[in-house]
């Protein structure tokens, strides 16, 4: 990830947006990292991510009991003697 300084991006707004199209860049202050600039598209992509994950607090009852019940389908079963030894 590329770095820039506070007074970079006072100074130099566009070269830093222009970095920030192509790769998130870090933005520091006094030589600390404090900011993150990324493009919207990279920013949606993430946040489209945030939706495919669920904590197991989260998911719903039925959800779980279905993770926990045996399931049988006869035309998949029917490929089980590739997996065998």
């Not at 607090?57 to 779980?64: A, H, T």
Request: avoid cysteine.
């Amino acid at each position: 990830m590329r770095q820039f300084s506070s007074l970079d991006l006072q100074r130099n707004g566009a070269k830093v947006q222009e970095a920030a199209l192509r790769e998130p860049v870090s933005v520091t202050y006094h030589g600390r990292d404090r900011l993150v600039i990324l493009s919207v598209d990279e920013f949606e992509r993430l946040k489209q991510r945030d939706k495919m994950v669920i904590a197991i607090e989260e998911m719903p009852e039925e959800f779980l009991r279905s993770l926990q019940e045996p399931y049988y389908d006869a035309e998949q079963a029917a490929l089980d003697h590739l997996m065998a030894d």
